[in-house]
């Protein structure tokens, strides 16, 4: 029988007022739950993939403490929504497919097929085991049992924004891209900054979807634009104007912000009044730079958090509140930063400008997002700050920015157009350490492309000679970044998520950013992944594999093949 869409993955309109997401909070040291993954395919043939609690609660937001345990007994109910197509045809060019095996076992059965799934938990320090945030192995499938995930949040994790999502090879842009994502919140980050004590705070979680309107002809508040050109994947290339049609659309807790008009959706506060706004970029593909506007005028916002960790922490130099005027978010970067509502009788505009994503790259125009009206009989929002903070202990390692690394590493992004002459042809996507050929990511090795020991410090130069912006990340631990194409840059905090400049194809070397890279946390042994979080990027072959062994392993670092080219 087939399913209604209102059966599973529901969503509100455009224009909609937003509602945060359920919270589901931690009690004596654990919070348990069950979760299942739906999908479901629209009229329209768009596919909604989505979480929902036993109750029916969708995407809730995960809120623990450090120390806690969370346990999520997880069920796979997606459906195969399209049976016509061989699995392996709907899965990227280049992407190394591998099939399930009847009764495999889900930590170790890989299988990548359009109905297998698992999760990842962006941003936290925990084991890359299976059962915890293993994504190499570890597949659920339908007719499993329910999985368990059951990790614990270490007792000095930095309190902030993190979020889960699925992690399967091939897969992951589609089920992100459907909604497949919700928020996670590590408690205390007044302990960090006590000037932030009592303030309410608001989840906001920016998704994108496919084209509502793909058909649509441009707003007429926009400039006459020629006819949009569309890259290998059927998304809309990059203009280089900041106008034009997107590659997709956005939403704001679920509601859409369609093109041609992007009817912003909307919220209330009250006048000046000021609230701790938690905003993840859970878009597979898009990049966002984002920018509150009253009239015209940009507003200065707070940042106190990036990806899951605030601006002073670990010892970090860094002021507790950085002010700015916008803040860019590529796809999987969180942001937690202070806003003020619009004086009495104003409204303010929450809106993302223009990213210059290349050449090579899809077209994310300037838009709206979302309305703010002033009202003095706004309702507040679910959650406010503990009224009193007690500081955190102090940081047992050095701050990271000050430990020597013990080597430096050059890695590369590159993509390989079929056609050369035009960076829009089917493309592969590799991610290299300099001196090897670039290849797609293999799923079924199981060899290292890095190994390094647990309590080292390195740097890595990562160089971008596409002509597409991308977007680094490693999972388990944060980086500094040190600085951007050669130029020292003052940030004197972390990140997990980092934009790498395109190649324009006349500058006199390729862009790059140096990272500090700490792998000092015991939580981090084993075996997980770097990538580019541009999802199709991922999916396409833009990934490595790195090995944490435990710090006393006596054997070398590097394998004997990248002692000098992956070494400099």
């Given at each position: 029988?087939?399913?209604?869409p ?60 450090p120390?806690?345990q969370?346990?999520?007994h ?15 045809d709907?899965?990227l ?15 170790e ?8 799934t ?15 945030d ?18 614990r ?6 309190p ?6 699925p ?11 459907g ?15 006590p ?20 058909d ?22 990059n203009?280089g ?28 506060m ?28 940009p507003q ?5 958090g ?11 130099p ?9 803040i ?15 004086p009495?009788g ?39 700050l ?32 079929e056609?050369p ?12 350490i ?5 290849k ?8 290292p ?13 990562i ?17 500094q970044l ?53 999802l199709?990027?991922?999916?396409g072959g ?27």
């Open positions: 029988m087939q399913r209604a209102q059966d599973v993955c529901d969503r509100p309109g455009p224009g909609s007022a937003i509602a945060e997401p359920a919270e589901l909070r931690s009690h004596d040291g654990i919070l348990e739950t069950d979760l299942s993954v739906h999908d479901e395919k629209l009229p329209d043939g768009t596919t909604r993939y989505c979480y929902l609690t036993s109750d029916g609660k969708p995407s809730p937001t995960l809120r623990l403490k120390g806690d969370l346990v999520i997880f069920k796979n109910d997606l459906v195969d929504l399209d049976t016509a197509t061989p699995a392996i709907r899965a060019a280049g992407a190394p497919i591998c099939t399930a095996k009847k009764a495999a076992n889900p930590c059965s890989g299988a990548m097929t359009p109905i297998s698992n999760l990842h938990f962006h941003g936290l320090t925990v084991p890359p085991v299976c059962h915890q293993d994504v190499l192995k570890t597949s659920i499938q339908p007719d499993d049992a329910p999985f368990e995930y059951r990790l949040i270490p007792d000095d994790a930095p902030g924004l993190y979020w889960y999502h992690h399967l090879h091939g897969f992951s842009k589609t089920q992100v891209l909604g497949a994502s919700g928020a996670i919140i590590i408690e205390g980050i007044e302990r960090a900054d000037s932030l004590a009592g303030l309410p705070e608001r989840v906001l979680v920016i998704r994108d979807q496919d084209l509502a309107n793909p649509a002809q441009p707003s007429k508040s926009e400039p006459v634009m020629s006819k949009s050109q569309l890259d290998s994947d059927g998304d809309v290339a203009s104007t900041g106008f034009g049609k997107p590659s997709k659309d956005l939403s704001v807790n679920f509601v859409p912000v369609p093109y041609p008009n992007y009817p912003p959706a909307t919220l209330s009250k006048p000046g009044e000021r609230q701790l706004w938690r905003v993840l970029n859970a878009s597979a593909i898009t990049y966002l730079n984002l920018t509150l506007l009253v009239g015209r005028a200065q916002i707070g940042i106190v990036l990806d899951g960790v605030p601006l002073q922490f670990h010892g970090s860094s002021p507790s509140v950085q002010w700015v005027n916008h860019g978010l590529p796809p999987g970067s969180r942001a937690e930063f202070i806003v003020e509502g619009p009495a104003a409204s303010a505009l929450l809106v993302t400008r223009a990213v210059d994503t290349g050449p090579a790259g899809e077209n994310d125009p300037n838009r709206a997002l979302l309305t703010i009206t002033a009202s003095a009989d706004a309702g507040e929002p679910q959650a406010a503990p009224a009193h903070a007690e500081p955190l202990p102090r940081p047992v390692r050095p701050w990271v920015g000050d430990v020597a690394p013990v080597r430096v590493r050059m890695l590369f992004f590159s993509e390989q157009p056609n002459n035009d960076p829009n042809s089917p493309t592969k996507f590799f991610m290299t300099d001196g090897e050929t670039p797609p990511f293999d799923p079924q090795s199981d060899v492309d890095i190994t390094v020991k647990q309590g080292e410090v390195e740097d890595w130069i160089e971008n000679r596409s002509m597409e912006l991308h977007d680094f990340h490693i999972h388990q631990l944060h980086f040190l600085d951007w194409s050669g130029i020292a840059v003052n940030e004197p905090f972390l990140r997990d998520t980092v934009n790498v400049p395109y190649y324009n194809g006349r500058m006199l070397k390729y862009p790059s950013v140096r990272l500090r890279m700490d792998f000092r946390d015991p939580n981090i042994i084993g075996t997980f992944v770097y990538h580019c979080h541009v199709e990027h991922e999916d833009m990934m490595g594999r790195i090995r944490v062994v435990p710090a006393n392993t006596a054997s070398s670092t590097t394998p004997p093949n990248q002692r000098t080219k992956g070494e400099l």
